[in-house]
């Protein structure tokens, strides 16, 4: 987690902190009319960005979509969901990355079987962060039930994420390791991911706070009368404030651990 | 092409320092979200319309008016048939207690969104990030914000460009139903990503070779400070929200 704030001494970051915010928030703008969930969420063909952009260039990905969703707000639907958006983008493209290299894998050269079946894992665990994070504190908020954001987030952010991501990380990588703008190439020795049981076990409590508080909380609050993909039911339930609120907790551990 | 709701006027509210107009905004959410009872969120939606007319705003309303309507329609029609809990039935599942519920939310989030707007028409990018600056957000991540704000309209004028190359190559985008035109704008999305990233190693140096991370403390072009108005209208937003958090806790009003 380190990274995540040493990365703005890097000028080459900061930049792609501001490129990753700037398409992200591009590609977010011309879908925020085919409305999912008035005003929280829409289609989003650009949920294909953050996970490729957290693989290639780490914590300015994150930054990058966190931002990139937070400007893409400013066109529509600015409100106070949005501050939970910032952070469960930014979540979107953290998890991924980091769980890349936590568990072994070094580039994101997606090719061959292991590392495409390891890329359709962390894009779904992303996805469902992303979920678990907004879907909660929009519950908080009583805007919008916990089962039908946390359903729908995650549906419209894992598809597009596999189907469009996939395709785009094997285009991109090549050019993007050509041109020196990995990361991984770019920070200092220190600020490089570790490795090593720590880290693993720090990515396996990711996994299960992720899995906690997103199945646990859709179970309570099924359980409450709310209902997937459907607004029945009434928001602020607080058996899946909690259990939600320990999964987002799990999830910043989880990833603390992970050098 | 103009994306941004910006509009260059001189009124009350533009020559707000943006760090009171965050703390306004703050203050109308905090407001909007603490209640479900359609009359008390007119209220507040008309006082958020006042704040935009004092500051000339509303004519980005039409920009907008499509979205706002889709919320509040969309809003009306989904909680009306899942709203449960209600004991006046009038057709099937819907009851008027759901109506309320809907119409409610509907004029929340509209509210939420004007408010947003609002702050957007009067408040220059420029401002937004020395704001930022001022209230302590270190001055690179709000580099960063401003300059992916300004990108935005490159990044959609470059994709456009692209649209029209591969469009005069043969690229039939107008044909097929959405998904088969999602699809067809794939490879369009790669060609913009690294014209962009491309850019960043000579953009980085550009920075550098003017100074750019040198010292953490930066002077700046505009400066901004707080005036006699800033605090009339801080004083307003602050009683008003005290006023809803008093009315709701002691529960005169849900």
Redesign the interface.
């Known amino acids: 987690m380190k990274e995540v704030f040493s990365m703005?001494?890097h000028?080459?970051m900061?930049?792609?902190?501001?490129?990753c915010?700037?398409?992200y928030?591009?590609?977010l703008?011309p879908f925020?009319?085919i409305?999912v969930i008035?005003?929280i969420t829409e289609v989003r063909?650009a949920s294909a960005l953050p996970i490729v952009f957290g693989l290639l260039f780490g914590p300015a990905g994150a930054?990058?979509a966190a931002?990139?969703n937070l400007?893409g707000?400013?066109?529509?639907?600015?409100?106070?969901g949005s501050i939970f958006g910032f952070v469960g983008n930014f979540l979107f493209a953290y998890v991924p990355y980091k769980l890349w290299h936590s568990f072994g894998f070094k580039e994101p050269k997606v090719i061959g079987k292991k590392n495409v079946i390891m890329f359709i894992l962390i894009a779904i665990l992303g996805s469902m962060a992303c979920a678990l994070f907004i879907a909660w504190g929009v519950d908080l908020?009583?805007?919008v039930p916990f089962a039908a954001l946390g359903s729908i987030i995650t549906a419209n952010n894992t598809i597009p994420s596999i189907v469009?991501g996939l395709?785009?990380i094997i285009?991109?990588y090549p050019?993007?390791k050509k041109?020196?703008?990995l990361w991984t190439d770019i920070v200092d020795e220190s600020e490089l991911p570790q490795g090593g049981a720590k880290s693993r076990i720090g990515g396996y409590i990711m996994i299960a706070s992720i899995l906690f508080g997103l199945i646990a909380g859709l179970v309570t609050a099924l359980g409450g009368?709310q209902?997937m993909f459907?607004?029945?039911?009434?928001a602020k339930n607080m058996m899946v404030a909690v259990i939600a609120g320990i999964g987002s907790i799990g999830i910043l551990i989880g990833g603390a651990m992970q050098k | 092409m103009d994306m941004f709701l910006y509009l260059d006027k001189n009124t009350i509210v533009h020559r707000l320092d943006p760090r009171t107009k965050v703390i306004l905004l703050f203050c109308s959410f905090v407001m909007a979200l603490m209640f479900t009872n359609p009359y008390i969120l007119s209220a507040i939606a008309a006082i958020i319309v006042i704040y935009g007319v004092m500051g000339k705003s509303l004519a980005n309303l039409k920009r907008i008016r499509m979205i706002l309507i889709m919320i509040f329609l969309l809003s009306l029609v989904l909680w009306s048939l899942s709203y449960k809990g209600g004991s006046t039935q009038l057709l099937g599942p819907i009851t008027l207690e759901g109506i309320l519920f809907g119409v409610a939310t509907g004029i929340k989030f509209d509210a939420m969104i004007i408010s947003g707007m609002v702050f957007l028409s009067s408040t220059k990018m420029e401002e937004i990030s020395l704001g930022l600056v001022k209230m302590k957000v270190p001055y690179r991540g709000a580099f960063a914000f401003s300059t992916a704000l300004r990108l935005v309209p490159m990044i959609v004028s470059t994709s456009y460009t692209i649209i029209q190359a591969q469009s005069s190559r043969g690229l039939d985008l107008k044909s097929g139903n959405i998904f088969s035109r999602i699809k067809k704008y794939i490879p369009l999305v790669i060609p913009t990503i690294l014209s962009v990233i491309r850019n960043t190693n000579v953009f980085a140096m550009a920075l550098e070779s003017k100074g750019f991370g040198y010292s953490e403390e930066r002077s700046n072009y505009l400066n901004i400070y707080l005036k006699k108005n800033d605090y009339v209208f801080l004083s307003l937003g602050v009683l008003l929200t005290i006023g809803c958090i008093f009315i709701r806790v002691v529960g005169i009003v849900n």
């Open positions: 703005w001494k000028t080459k900061v930049v792609l902190v501001a490129l915010a700037g398409l928030a591009a590609l703008i925020k009319a409305v008035p005003g063909p930054w990058g931002i990139g400007i707000d400013f066109f529509g639907s600015l409100g106070a908020l009583g805007l469009l395709p785009l285009l991109l050019r993007v041109w020196d703008l009368g209902e459907s607004f029945a039911g009434e």
